[in-house]
């Protein structure tokens, strides 16, 4: 089926809501993104924390290593001996000095390869934050890719719509205009004012001067193109044309009302009022009227196809046949 001004309005709302949704996306993509970007530095800069601390720790252990072969060396000496040797004190002195040095570079060393355990465990840390972030980034992406398929989905079926919609008001269009130049073939030779119907009770006059276009009774509905009650006659005339009260009365409504466009109600007492539909704009909006006076103007609002004004009489609310009044 075609589609209707409803479904173009369901799809409109759908895209809007979807590229709200593309947009709410696209900043927390941006964000994680950031983020993702910090914990890159971060690890790179645990990484590189953890192998200097390396490094050092391997330096540290390799001075160690000769210091401690250095150690034995001079420990090895018999000191018997190396009293009789020239400066034999000096060399106990300095076995005594390198053993000391040795033990406190083993202590320090021991402080240096605990700040690397440290390092290390940070490191993992850091290596464990930053695949989270680039796990939450691969989802975030997935996301924003599908919520961006979806939209432009509703961008196509919007489009197609919007056509079909236009593609129908175009053939109602033609349609109404088909059956205005009917309705004036039949009604070329009516005078330009029309005379009241025989048997009219003359309470009423007409709202403006003009050939009646469409009278009162069934018809073949000019946007529709289907058989309608029509509930009042229509009298074209140039927009802005005034429209005058059928009879005194008091105006109990001006407002718009749907396929009527902007309609004035005059109520006539007894149960009888008029109504006046289509109008451009209203002269007064309530209060009494005496017939004859300017109410409103002609227009083309609500379900109208030009110019004119759409006239009824109603009894009780119930729509009759003007004619009877004129």
């Known amino acids: 089926p075609a589609a209707s001004a409803a479904d173009v309005e369901t799809a409109r ?20 993104e950031a983020r993702l970007t910090s914990q890159r530095e ?8 953890a192998s200097s601390q390396a490094r050092l720790v391997s330096d ?34 300095s076995t005594s000095t390198l053993t000391l040095l ?24 850091e290596k464990e934050q930053l695949a989270e972030v680039e796990a939450l980034t ?51 030779d009516a005078a330009a004012v029309p005379s009241p119907a025989p048997g009219g009770s003359g309470r009423f006059i007409r709202p403006l001067q003009g050939a009646v276009r469409s009278p009162f009774g069934w018809r073949i509905h000019p946007v529709y ?25 008091t105006v109990v409504s001006a407002t718009w009302d749907g396929s009527y466009g902007n ?4 109520d006539h007492g007894d149960g009888t009022s008029t109504a006046y539909a289509h109008l451009e704009g209203f002269a007064v909006t309530s ?25 009824e009489v109603r009894e009780d609310g119930e729509p009759v046949d003007p004619r009877g009044y004129l």
């Open 13 to 32: 709302e759908q895209v809007a809501q979807l590229g709200r949704d593309v947009e709410a996306a696209a900043a927390e993509y941006a964000q994680v």
């Open 42 to 49: 971060r690890a790179a800069a645990a990484e590189a924390r």
């Open 60 to 93: 540290m252990e390799a001075e160690l290593a000769a210091l401690a072969v250095e150690t034995y060396k001079r420990g090895s000496v018999d000191p018997g001996l190396s009293l009789l040797a020239s400066g034999g004190l000096d060399v106990l002195t």
């Open 102 to 125: 040795t033990e406190r570079r083993s202590l320090s060393l021991n402080d240096v390869r605990e700040a690397q355990t440290e390092l290390d465990r940070r490191r993992g840390q």
């Open 138 to 188: 691969t989802d975030l992406a997935e996301r924003r890719a599908d919520i961006e398929a979806r939209l432009q989905g509703a961008q196509d079926l919007l489009a197609a719509a919007e056509a079909e919609e236009q593609a129908r008001l175009a053939a109602e269009g033609a349609r109404a205009q088909e059956q205005a130049s009917r309705d004036a073939r039949s009604n070329e």
């Open 225 to 249: 193109g289907e058989r309608r009650l029509h509930k009042g006659e229509d009298i074209p005339s140039p927009c802005g044309t005034p429209v005058m009260a059928a009879g005194d009365g």
């Open 263 to 266: 309609i004035i109600t005059v």
């Open 287 to 311: 209060g009494p009227v005496s017939q004859g006076e300017v109410i409103a103007y002609v227009g083309t609002t609500g379900l109208s196809t030009g110019c004119h004004t759409h006239f």
